[in-house]
């Protein structure tokens, strides 16, 4: 069902960011084939074991990429040059996706830091649970 509710969204979208969003969506895919899809905040999501690493959205002139997380765009900055970089989110050309190196680097680089999230809540819940 997720993934049908991204259909729909993407329908509504006009071209070129109809096809853009839809070339994104398979290149997210091709690093995270499992991802799960949802819509999150009106955007079309990924996320992976529930933890959300990126979102994409048409903007009246650019494609936004949201990776949940500040620190991806900083960690990247130096990749980052050729786009409108922004605390937690970068903007890209309505008609040309971004190359799939980069968004296997930002999604990479988001993955890591979920794992270190996740080893950072369980090692809360069992300081917690000592208490």
Same mark, same amino acid.
């Given at each position: ?10 329908? @509504? ?11 994104? $969506? ?15 905040? @009106? ?6 074991? @529930? ?9 009246? #002139?650019?494609? #936004? ?44 680089? $988001? ?21």
């Amino acid at each position: 069902m997720p993934k049908a509710e991204i259909d729909k969204f993407f329908a @509504g979208v006009e071209e070129p960011k109809r096809s853009t969003l839809e070339e994104m $969506r398979r290149r997210i895919l091709e690093v995270v084939p499992d991802a799960e899809q949802t819509i999150k905040y @009106g955007m079309p999501a990924f996320l992976k074991d @529930g933890w959300c690493f990126v979102c994409i959205a048409p903007f009246k #002139n650019h494609i #936004n990429w949201s990776p949940y997380s500040s620190k991806v765009l900083s960690v990247l900055a130096d990749d980052l040059t050729d786009y409108v970089v922004s605390k937690g989110s970068m903007q890209f050309a309505v008609d040309k996706p971004l190359p799939k190196t980069l968004v296997k680097k930002l999604i990479k680089v $988001r993955l890591a830091q979920i794992e270190i999230e996740k080893a950072e809540k369980a090692a809360k819940a069992a300081a917690k649970k000592k208490k």
